[in-house]
């Protein structure tokens, strides 16, 4: 028997399908795990025996790239946590911050309403945004939009330690909650309706309208009479 993409006749050979003649050596089994793990390279039809067309089975195991992104991807969602938090508990524990304000009847209520309102509108806003960009690059674009609330945080964290006004919490929803998680969430929400109501217009536009062939010119053929 050979294998059948070099039509070597090794004394080992390696079935990696249940039809017949799917049968390769160990240099063309490793040459073929290697097309399928390039990235560059990556196709549906690799991932199928080249004989009969059917899906491969495949033992996986995870390699340095998986654990650098599976360590980055908490890390970013740690950071993101931890900077909210810190604004938020260092308002609630603050001596100077009197209630009730304007906005907050009390600390407990200020604490409740903040952590649920960033981490909420945090992950909508997050998950419309990503699901409306079209982009194949999506683990890439979460982590931006993270940075991005790492920034934010900080730099109004800084701004509330420094500054001297007594009401803390109403200028952290003005400065912070406001434009940084109210506005993006009301906006893409609008996005997303609207998207929507013109996917279904479309949607009904091509279910119930009748379709007429354009005419790009009419041609009067001259037909002598007999």
């Known amino acids: 028997m050979t294998c059948y993409i070099c039509k070597d006749e090794p004394e080992v050979l390696y079935k990696i399908c249940s039809c017949a003649d799917s049968l390769l050596c160990i240099e063309c089994l490793e040459l073929s795990n290697n097309n399928i793990n390039g990235r560059d390279t990556y196709h549906e039809n690799m991932l199928k025996c080249s004989i009969c067309r ?19 991807f908490h890390l970013m969602k740690f950071l993101t946590i931890g900077f909210e938090l810190m604004t938020i508990f260092y308002i609630y524990y603050l001596q100077n911050q009197l209630y009730p304000t304007k906005l907050y009847a009390n600390p407990d209520f200020f604490l409740g309403n903040a952590i649920f309102q960033v981490w909420f509108l945090r992950y909508t806003t997050k998950c419309i945004f990503i699901k409306n960009s079209n982009t194949n690059h999506e683990e890439l674009l979460d982590y931006q939009l993270d940075s991005i609330y790492i920034i934010f945080n900080i730099l109004f964290f800084i701004i509330l330690y420094y500054s001297s006004d007594s009401d803390i919490a ?11 998680y109210y506005v993006p969430f009301f906006f893409f929400i609008m996005v997303d309706v609207l998207l929507k109501y013109t996917d279904l ?9 009748n379709k007429n062939i354009k005419v790009k010119s009419v041609i009067y053929n001259n ?3 007999v």
């Open 54 to 72: 059917q899906f491969l089975e495949f033992n996986y195991y995870n390699n340095k790239d998986y654990y650098k992104n599976v360590v980055t």
């Open 170 to 180: 109403d200028l952290y929803t003005v400065m912070v909650l406001m434009p940084l």
């Open 223 to 225: 037909v002598s009479e």
């Open 201 to 209: 217009l479309d949607d009904y536009q091509k279910k119930y309208t």
